[in-house]
């Protein structure tokens, strides 16, 4: 499934890595997953989407900024590969349900775009890159039942780390990574980094503003 | 971002800009059933209006609930105000009700700038004298953005009592700050002398403006300013002046008309002027509340900053 | 100060004191007359004062306070009000008309000169109105004032403006039968309707109505023809803008009697002040600009501008707190003008000690008459036989303003938490100590 891919161009990535005034190469840290094994990891999580929601009929798939949003048009196209119809995709910026939005200087939002056809009576799946304390998805709930009553909530995420502090519990991961919180996790996506890598490397380094919790 | 928003000229173009963007994600809560997000939750925004405004007042309500946070209107009308208590006794009360903003709207230029000494929270400037307006002037330029795309190099020209006008004020500035060019066009006895300081150009000839016009703004102009001799008759001025048919014709097919509102119709603009589709009065009253929300967010919804909290220990 | 006997001492030694900022010198003062002047002096039955690095200046005269009593005396009392002068060096002030009541007639200026005597600290004339109760339309009896115990010789409606052209070349007129002198505020109000601040770039910006130079400037020019064609003589009250000088220059050069105050708080200040909009800078006429201060201050110097009046206005808390355009206009002054002056005038090189006597003493003396005749003797210079009217100052001092702890009961200074050069030491009225030792004495 080439379309899971990271962009067929391969400057493409680097350009947009350029752009950002990112280097192409990891920061200190070492890569647990490279760029083939995220795309496996992404093909079998749109398989198992389709097996347990019967098809993806009614599926919607919300990305949450910043890098659940390629993974999640990443795994639409999966769908749409196999199914032959496109799923609606979107974003759902989750910053102003955060809950510990006063411990630091107000943050910029992220874009929260909700396709036409709405959440009412679908199964939204959330896409996140990584999944750790589970507030940023406690904050995504919140956020949905802002927008409309969904028949079901899924959750999945390219890299479970652990260390829960929420009831919260992923239906799709791309793959367990047990963590010490001492480490960071970055997860670069060449939609945004230029290149497809998740790097486990020592902290506290410079934070990840987006970083899931 | 800044703790205090008293002037325009307090925004640098990244502030101004975060505002606007921050702005276009939030005018999105009032297409949805429920219109409210749980950020300011717990905080609590006084209004404090010296001045008869429902509008304005009513606007930052709306946008105070939107964000959850707790409203407290004070109308100077029938208050201790009235009854002579001063603007810092004022304050005083409200820093002991623990107010996180006060937006402040008064007559006397100033105020909301005084008031930062007897307030720890931060002070939203609604409007003081004839001094500036800057939550106007975002959502004026919240509001070209949307319906031209850009504001880079954009050509606004702002028509009538430029003198009074904290509209006027706070719209030269912002504008300038995020790259539009501006224009402003009024009889010679409605300019600050000084007006050649300001970073705008200055016509008295509305015709020769329109044609090059991306925006035009017209401001409300008093009848009573005629009394003390800036213009001889209403009529004069409506006919030089004012923005009817014949002169909405001479714009650019792309060009859109504003107004800060309230409108005097038949004086500074005509009925069918602010009628037409180039109108953008409405929108800008919806505009108002994403950017009222945008401002209270950014203000309120993250921590204090280090220099806040120093301050505050003073 | 008292001696053993417990009263105050008859005689002074005041040693090496550095008169005009001369050579060290010493004075002997006796029984409110300076005796002799001159090095190694010595009287022993005199009380010793170290005046060593401490420069001499005659006692200043102020032609410009506002006292408050009667009416006001919240803000401020004769006694508070010259004890924040003796404090400041004066020996003597000129307190303006505007109380409540109005001092229009010689009841209510004998009442002040009454105030004055009794409070001790320095020599208090009374400035008449010259309308009464200040309305601008009718004549005050100004030969009544000027009869009376006041010996009332300088009139001024200050606070507002004697705008009627007519009534202006009648008060012109009328004083020359007594040497009178009209001391006018120039501002014209209908150009100052509302007017809160310097009309310019800053008012602007600030969005408060503009007080436009011209409404002065246009007022002295006529005042000035007016005081020509009828030969009489003509005070301008707080100078502030360049163009006023301009004309000022002009009326002195054609030979007319004209003369003119600047105060201390125009020649440091500017209008961008404002931008705080703390009313403690809110003042009639306004704070201008840097090139209107550089104007004054070379005016100033070079004799355009004869004197520095204080035109000290206290105003109490509540009038100087609110927003601007509701507070009351005025600065204190007295008891930081001399070192203001130090700032602006001495240590900028434009002038020195000997100018700064004859412009805080000598000529304000002599346009006030103080004359020793009409009105006790100010304004001579520091030599034998002039009335001991002394102020000691050490130049080498140096602080930062603190209005609390002013004499005045007002503390509205534009200059508080500013660093100022000098202190005043001593100061004497003929012969009697008001201040020691940087104190008041009584």
Redesign the interface.
């Known amino acids: 499934m080439h379309a899971l891919r990271a962009g067929a161009d391969p400057h493409a990535g680097q350009a947009a890595a350029a752009a950002q005034g990112r280097s192409a190469s990891p920061p200190g840290g070492k890569v647990v997953l490279g760029s083939e094994e995220i795309r496996r990891a992404l093909t079998r999580v749109a398989h198992e989407i389709l097996e347990r929601t019967d098809g993806a009929g009614d599926v919607i798939l919300l990305g949450i900024p910043t890098r659940g949003v390629p993974l999640a048009r990443r795994l639409a196209a999966g769908l749409a590969e196999v199914e032959g119809r496109p799923a609606p995709v979107g974003s759902l ?1 989750i910053t ?2 955060r809950d510990d ?12 775009d909700v396709p036409p056809s709405g959440v009412d009576g679908r199964i939204v799946v959330l896409v996140d890159d990584v999944l750790y304390s589970g507030r940023t998805v406690r904050a995504a709930l ?1 956020a949905l039942n ?3 009553r969904p028949r079901a909530v899924q959750l999945a995420v390219l890299v479970d780390r652990g260390h829960r502090e929420l009831p919260i519990r992923p239906d799709y991961v791309g793959k367990n990574l047990p963590t010490s919180q001492r480490e960071v996790v970055q997860v670069l996506v060449s939609e945004i980094d230029g290149e497809d890598a998740v790097v486990l490397g020592k902290g506290p380094g410079p934070s990840e503003p987006e970083a899931s919790e | 971002m800044i703790r205090h928003l008293i002037s325009a000229a307090d925004l640098s173009r990244d502030d101004a800009l975060l505002i606007l963007d921050t702005a276009e994600e939030l005018a999105q809560v009032a297409d949805r059933p429920i219109r409210k997000l749980p950020t300011l939750r717990g905080r609590t925004v006084v209004n404090l209006f010296y001045e008869d405004s429902t509008r304005t007042r009513i606007s930052f309500e709306a946008a105070a609930k939107r964000l959850s946070a707790d409203v407290i209107n004070f109308s100077a009308k029938g208050s201790s105000v009235a009854k002579g208590e001063s603007l810092k006794d004022t304050a005083l009360t409200l820093e002991a009700m623990g107010a996180d903003a006060v937006v402040v709207r008064h007559s006397a230029s100033g105020a909301p700038h005084r008031l930062t000494r007897w307030v720890r929270g931060s002070v939203v400037n609604a409007g003081d004298g004839t001094h500036e307006h800057p939550t106007q002037a975002l959502l004026d330029a919240f509001t070209m953005r949307r319906r031209l795309g850009r504001l880079d190099g954009l050509r606004v020209t702002i028509v009538g009592d430029v003198l009074h006008s904290r509209v006027a004020r706070s719209n030269v500035l912002l504008l300038d700050t995020l790259g539009a060019e501006v224009t402003l066009v009024a009889p010679p006895t409605l300019l600050p002398l000084a007006v050649s300081s300001w970073p705008c150009e200055v016509g008295y000839d509305l015709d020769a403006e329109l044609p090059k016009s991306d925006v035009v703004m017209m401001l409300r102009v008093q009848a009573e300013r005629m009394n003390a001799a800036y213009f001889p008759t209403v009529r004069e001025y409506s006919r030089r002046y004012g923005l009817d048919g014949n002169r909405m014709a001479l714009l650019p097919d792309h060009a859109i008309v504003m107004h800060p509102g309230p409108m005097n119709r038949g004086v500074e603009i005509a009925a069918e002027v602010a009628d037409s589709d180039r109108s953008t009065i409405v929108e800008q009253v919806a505009n108002g509340v994403s950017i009222r929300m945008a401002v209270l967010y950014l203000l309120l919804g993250g921590s204090e900053s280090e220099t806040e909290r120093a301050e505050a220990a003073r | 100060m008292t001696d053993a006997s417990g009263e105050s001492p008859r005689a002074w030694l005041i040693k090496d004191a550095q008169p005009l900022g001369g050579p060290a010198t010493d004075l002997l003062v006796r029984d409110g007359v300076i005796t002799q002047a001159g090095r190694g002096l010595s009287a022993p039955d005199a009380q010793q004062l170290d005046a060593a690095g401490l420069i001499a200046l005659p006692g200043l005269v102020d032609m410009h306070t506002h006292l408050r009593e009667p009416g006001r005396e919240d803000a401020e009392t004769v006694l508070t009000g010259t004890a924040a002068a003796a404090l400041g060096g004066f020996t003597a002030v000129h307190a303006m008309a505007n109380t409540d009541p109005v001092a229009d007639t010689a009841g209510v200026a004998e009442q002040i000169w009454r105030l004055g005597r009794r409070a001790g600290y320095c020599d208090v004339r009374p400035v008449g109105a010259v309308t009464a109760g200040l309305n601008g339309s009718r004549l005050a009896e100004l030969g009544a004032m000027a009869d009376s115990a006041a010996r009332v010789r300088i009139f001024s409606d200050d606070g507002r403006c004697v705008s009627d052209a007519v009534l202006m070349r009648r008060a012109l007129e009328y004083v020359k039968a007594f040497d009178g002198v009209i001391a006018q505020h120039a501002q014209e109000p209908r150009l100052t309707d509302g007017a809160q601040v310097n009309e310019g770039e800053i008012s602007g910006r600030l969005g408060l109505a503009g007080w436009p130079a011209v409404a002065e400037e246009a007022i002295i020019a006529r005042d000035c023809l007016l005081a020509a064609h009828v030969d009489s003589a003509l005070h301008v009250c707080h100078v502030s803008t360049a163009g006023s000088v301009e004309i000022i220059r002009w009326a002195k050069s054609k030979g007319w009697r004209v003369t003119a105050e600047v105060t201390p708080h125009h020649l440091l200040l500017t209008d961008e002040l404002a931008c705080s909009y703390d009313p403690v800078y809110k003042v009639n006429p306004p704070l201008r600009t840097a090139e209107d201060v550089a104007a004054l201050r070379a005016a100033l110097a070079d004799g355009t501008i004869d004197c520095v009046a204080t035109d000290h206005a206290p105003h109490p808390l509540e009038e100087k707190e609110s927003e601007w355009q509701v507070a009351a206009f005025g600065m204190t002054g007295l008891e930081t003008a001399l070192r203001v002056v130090h700032e602006a005038m001495v240590s900028t090189g434009l002038l020195d000690w000997a100018g700064v006597a004859d412009r805080m003493s000598a000529r304000p003396a002599l346009i006030g008459r103080l004359d020793g005749v009409g009105a006790p003797l100010h304004g001579r210079a520091l030599a034998v036989g002039s009335p001991a009217n002394v102020v000691l100052y050490d130049p080498s001092a140096r602080d930062v303003v603190d209005p609390a702890q002013h004499a005045s009961r007002s503390r509205n200074s534009p200059f508080a938490g500013m660093e100022l050069p000098g202190r005043v030491q001593a100061t004497f009225l003929r012969g009697n100590a008001t201040v020691l030792d940087g104190k008041l004495a009584r």
């Open positions: 910026d102003m349900y939005l006063r411990l630091r200087p107000a943050r910029k939002l992220g874009h929260t919140d802002d927008l409309g």
